[in-house]
């Protein structure tokens, strides 16, 4: 059973558009949720992240959104780029702890 | 160089053989981390460590061994090599910059195939 969810495999933008990747999890005890972004041939690296106590986090042109009533956390890219075209992994965590359960992620694809 | 690194990147092996994938970090991180990657999964844990000589189980830690000997070396070995662990294998390291704010820095994967 997933505990994390990322439902879209895939998902295109038009360049300058605003890109939203969406997360569901069901573990209500997760208190600290991260955003990874992934190249080919390359490992993840970090992006944003948000803790529960808080609904909203920005950090240039990404935003990530918690509502933690719907169990749903969502990545906002203004304006995409080409460089945002990568695979993006929704990540989450008990107590902040380093164990770290993972998203099957989606592939973004920006069009130019 | 300054980083984390794995070797191999691509390993070809066959049902039964044993198999060691090494990472190597430079930042002097306390913690260490391995992954497996496959489709529809996500990443899951299969070992970590906290500090050297202190290790303990991820989510799917059957089949592998690890050690950590030094602080900047975390490898892993796959014991009996089985077609199902025909996966990529990604490496991480971490530190504590305050409470909820680390982040883990993963090496390129370790591509494995087994035959």
């Known amino acids: 059973d997933q505990q994390v969810k990322q439902n879209s495999p895939s998902l295109s933008v038009q360049e300058g558009r605003i890109s939203i990747l969406n997360c569901d999890y069901t573990?209500?005890?997760?208190?600290?949720f991260l955003w990874y972004k992934k190249y080919p041939a390359e490992g993840p690296t970090f992006l944003i992240s948000i803790s529960s106590i808080k609904d909203k986090n920005e950090d240039g042109r990404f935003t990530v959104f918690l509502n933690k009533s719907a169990k749903h956390l969502s990545l906002h890219i203004v304006p995409s780029q080409p460089g945002d075209s990568a695979v993006y992994f929704c990540?989450?965590?008990?107590?902040?702890?380093?164990?770290?359960?993972w998203g099957a992620g989606t592939k973004l694809i920006i069009k130019p | 160089d300054a980083g984390i690194t794995q070797s191999p990147r691509y390993k070809i092996t066959e049902t039964g053989r044993q198999v060691t994938l090494m990472c190597h970090q430079t930042w002097s991180h306390s913690y260490m981390f391995w992954y497996r990657q496959d489709l529809g999964h996500g990443l899951r844990l299969i070992y970590y460590s906290a500090a050297a000589d202190i290790t303990d189980k991820g989510e799917v830690p059957d089949g592998y061994v690890v050690s950590r000997s030094k602080t900047e070396n975390f490898p892993l070995t796959l014991e009996s090599a089985t077609r199902s662990q025909t996966s990529v294998y990604f490496c991480?390291?971490?530190?504590?910059?305050?409470?909820?704010?680390?982040?883990?820095?993963f090496g390129p994967g370790t591509r494995l195939l087994v035959l």
């Open positions: 990540a989450a965590s008990v107590n902040s702890n380093y164990q770290l359960i």
């Open positions: 573990n209500s005890m997760f208190d600290y």
């Open positions: 991480a390291s971490s530190t504590l910059a305050g409470e909820g704010q680390e982040t883990q820095y």
